[in-house]
């Protein structure tokens, strides 16, 4: 991942949560529910990020565990948990390029190519080039592969394509085409392996091959400005389809320090043909029921004051649906008189009743 860029970070969530949780200073217990069955839900990535005083979010974390949540820890200025990413096969024998920002830190990631599972191998991964490539385990048919052009040298203005997953929960698991041009020959900071390209960039496009009009890969779709950040350092300007790929001559370099053959007798087609080879990623060996599970994202903000106990003055727990985005479920409360594992426990009473009803509450809820 390159300094200044950033691949799909759950912003909207933490954006979502933050406005949840603020004006939460109530003198009573006050809950918020967005839908009826919460009882769906199990996989939480809780969202662990900003100061924490007084120790919090490792308790909140515990409870949530007790509770029977499946609980995942998100570093918010780390990479995300569980990526999704896009692919492409370049052999048919089932090898595979994406982003190593997709698969960062695993040693196994699952691909969907024509909506069918494949279980992989990360073989090799180079974070400073944010590449990394794949082998299909076991047996499987011989797939469509993409073919990489001869030779490339970029043109200013230049028509590119890219065709990947964007936005899965948005959109669906079908790929997408979309256009733009050639905007700089180099990448941030005049990156010299990067080109930089106008054409849009969503969450899960990572990975993705950007293709020339033919149909042959002419880079490797990498990442887009970090707007938060441009944002702060401009004071009032987001940046637009400001984008980047890597070069095909530094994805070939890649290959060759992987000890990968690339394939030169694959037959440049065209985009219906394209799409029988481009993958949808995700970061280790996932289930198709584990991807259409529902997800929450969980945060949770709070003040304390120091009297006879530590306790707090007000604190807020919100639950955001991963796929809509929708606040489902807050609970906050403030001016609390006892100690701050008793307002946690009273909480998370109220928790567990509502996501695991008719369950024992290991809180001592009714």
């Not at 991964?125 to 073919?147: C, E, I, Y």
């Not at 649906?321 to 606040?327: A, I």
Request: glycine share 12%; aromatic share 8%.
């Amino acid at each position: 991942m390159r300094k200044g860029a950033h691949p799909s970070l759950p912003l909207l969530f933490l954006f979502v949560l933050a406005i949840a949780l603020t004006g939460c200073v109530s003198p009573k217990s006050v809950t918020t529910i967005g839908g009826d069955d919460l009882s769906r839900y199990r996989k939480v990535y809780f969202v662990a990020g900003g100061e924490d005083p007084r120790g919090v979010y490792p308790r909140v974390e515990s409870r949530l565990r007790q509770a029977g949540f499946n609980v995942t820890v998100v570093n918010p200025k780390g990479p995300p948990m569980n990526m999704q990413g896009t692919g492409f096969v370049i052999s048919s024998d089932g090898y595979a390029l994406t982003c190593a920002h997709v698969v960062t830190g695993v040693h196994e990631a699952t691909i969907w190519v024509e909506g069918v599972r494949y279980p992989c191998r990360v073989l090799n991964s180079d974070t400073n080039l944010d590449l990394a490539l794949l082998k299909v385990d076991g047996d499987h048919p011989p797939f469509h592969s993409l073919r990489l052009e001869s030779g490339k040298d970029y043109s200013l203005g230049e028509n590119v394509y890219t065709m990947g997953f964007p936005l899965v929960d948005v959109l669906g698991t079908s790929p997408r085409l979309n256009n733009g041009l050639i905007s700089a020959k180099v990448g941030l900071n005049d990156d010299t392996n990067f080109v930089q390209v106008s054409v849009p960039i969503q969450p899960g496009n990572s990975g993705g091959p950007l293709l020339n009009a033919d149909g042959q890969v002419i880079g490797v779709v990498s990442s887009t400005l970090n707007p938060m950040g441009i944002l702060l350092r401009t004071g009032n300007a987001l940046p637009q389809n400001v984008n980047f790929a890597i070069k095909l001559a530094s994805v070939r370099k890649f290959l060759e320090a992987s000890q990968v053959a690339i394939p030169t007798n694959v037959i440049a087609g065209n985009f219906d043909q394209a799409e029988s080879a481009v993958a949808l990623v995700r970061s280790g060996n996932v289930t198709d029921a584990e991807l259409k599970e529902p997800e929450l994202y969980c945060a949770c903000t709070y003040q304390s004051e120091h009297g006879f106990n530590w306790h707090f003055h007000v604190i807020g727990i919100g639950f955001v649906d991963g796929k809509t985005g929708k606040l489902i479920f807050r609970i906050a409360e403030g001016f609390g008189t006892v100690s701050e594992d008793k307002e946690l426990d009273h909480m998370f009473s109220v928790i567990s009743d509502k996501f695991f009803p008719g369950q024992p509450n290991p809180f001592g809820g009714g």
